[in-house]
């Protein structure tokens, strides 16, 4: 399997244009998360999906973020409009449910976000 | 409320030693817990999980780690430190629930010395 894809890997944009952030998980894997990393705060969920449906987006910061899973194959994450303080790295992750083998998630590479 | 604490955010040890990076968690009941590793612009890549059964756990790289229900703790080790592994090292847990999503710590930065 290829793994998590994630596309684009590197992403700069001026302040106020739409970002479009791109993932595909592991094929039969049930969930999938949007996370996103900066030195300052870390690690942060932002939205997961089960089955394509989002469980909990607790951790998207505003309305400008916005995801979608309309398959089991396919996210995305939207900021619109963007600023600079959305510079940091997106991942994607994805895993199967507990009853087959566990929570273990398999992370993409990133999205490098640079809003200027 | 937090679920696993990395109480160091360096560690610092020569190569061929023994290391140790240190995760407590405060999570009731039977919580699963995780080790992830990160090298510089990846992703973060799963090393080993404790579900239940045996407190030792083996993973990935020569790493293993020790589930201590008495401490809390869930610290991850390796006998012999390889300029390799310097990267950084998360912990999680899932806080024993079934919502299928895992609580991250702040990660430790290990840098291993020639």
């Known amino acids: 399997d290829a793994g998590v894809i994630q596309s684009p890997r590197h992403e700069v944009t001026e302040m106020g244009q739409e970002v479009t952030l791109r993932c595909k998980p592991i094929?039969?894997?049930?969930?999938l998360f949007w996370y996103r990393q900066t030195m300052m705060r870390g690690l942060e969920l932002l939205i997961y999906?089960?089955?394509?449906?989002?469980?909990?987006d607790s951790g998207m910061p505003e309305d400008r973020f916005s995801a979608k899973m309309p398959n089991a194959s396919f996210s995305t994450l939207k900021i619109q409009p963007s600023e600079p303080r959305d510079s940091a790295v997106y991942f994607c992750?994805?895993?199967?449910?507990?009853?087959?083998?566990?929570?273990?998630?398999?992370f993409g590479p990133g999205t490098r976000l640079t809003v200027t | 409320a937090q679920s696993v604490a990395q109480p160091e955010d360096q560690v610092n040890v020569a190569e061929g030693n023994p290391l140790t990076v240190k995760c407590t968690y405060s999570v009731s009941g039977n919580p699963y817990l995780f080790w992830y590793v990160q090298y510089p612009n990846r992703g973060l890549q799963f090393l080993l999980k404790y579900i239940t059964g045996d407190n030792l756990v083996k993973g990935s790289y020569g790493f293993e780690a020790e589930f201590n229900k008495s401490q809390t703790s869930f610290h991850l080790k390796k006998p012999s430190a390889l300029v390799s592994d310097s990267a950084l090292y998360f912990c999680a847990s899932d806080r024993g629930s079934t919502l299928g999503r895992l609580y991250f710590g702040r990660g430790t930065q290990l840098t291993v010395w020639p």
């Open positions: 992750a994805s895993s199967l449910e507990l009853g087959q083998g566990g929570y273990e998630q398999y």
């Open positions: 999906f089960n089955n394509n449906v989002p469980i909990d």
């Open positions: 094929s039969g894997h049930d969930y």
